[in-house]
């Protein structure tokens, strides 16, 4: 069965600093991966999707993502943090490959950023 | 205005109660779906809708009911609310081409 898993529940960096957000996942198809933002009291929005063309996908925001098959990891990246990146961020995996499966969500990454 | 709209936003009830969530949507979708956010579970999937005459059960059912009233409506229902069912409910609308999902804002269930 297809899972995410998302390491850190809360990720604390400075502004300016480096972001990464860690998702592994396991699939035994193919898998098409997303990751989603939640803005405090609001609801989920795309930053960016694999969808089995580039392995490095560029997001809004300045995000990114690498898909890494043989870690089995999409980690999140950012080179420099700001303030209004304080969000909770989520990963997700298709049920089984392609755009039709159910999206399985990470337990979800609080980032907190110092000024 | 919200391309899904989800009805109410805030809603505190009492235990045995009968609530119904509502959701609707302007990005003509066929699948629609109900997750429920809990925090540190991330989001779970309750039910989901392909069409009108299609509606599947999610990971966690129990308890919820749905209904799709069109292809641009699709409700959840709880019939006798209990504590353990305060969440935050989102409604989603999915592209079919591409796999994304479209969130309502949310609707904070209270239950007491």
């Known amino acids: 069965a297809q899972s995410v898993t998302q390491l850190g529940s809360h990720v604390s960096v400075s502004e300016g600093a480096l972001v990464l957000l860690r998702c592994n996942y396991s699939?035994?198809?193919?898998?098409?991966l997303f990751w989603y933002v939640q803005y405090p009291n609001q609801g989920l929005q795309l930053l960016l999707k694999y969808t089995s063309a580039a392995t490095l996908v560029k997001g809004i925001n300045g995000f990114e993502a690498e898909f890494k098959k043989s870690e089995t990891s999409f980690h999140l990246t950012k080179p420099s943090a700001h303030m209004s990146d304080a969000a909770e961020y989520f990963c997700?995996?298709?049920?089984?490959?392609?755009?039709?499966?159910?999206?399985?969500f990470g337990k979800g990454t609080k980032l907190s950023v110092k000024p | 205005d919200a391309d899904v709209t989800q009805t109410p936003r805030n809603r505190i009830t009492k235990t045995g109660k009968r609530i119904m969530l509502e959701c609707s949507q302007t990005?003509?979708?066929?699948?629609m779906y109900w997750y429920r956010q809990d925090p540190g579970l991330g989001l779970r999937l309750i039910y989901y809708s392909f069409d009108v005459k299609d509606i599947n059960k999610g990971e966690i059912s129990d308890g919820y009911s749905v209904s799709r009233q069109a292809q641009a409506k699709f409700s959840l229902s709880l019939e006798s609310a209990i504590p353990n069912q305060t969440a935050l409910y989102f409604c989603a609308t999915r592209d079919r081409d591409t796999g994304e999902l479209f969130f309502g804002e949310g609707s904070r269930l209270t239950v007491l």
């Open positions: 997700a995996v298709t049920g089984y490959g392609g755009s039709q499966g159910n999206l399985i």
């Open positions: 699939s035994s198809v193919p898998p098409y």
């Open positions: 990005k003509g979708h066929d699948r």
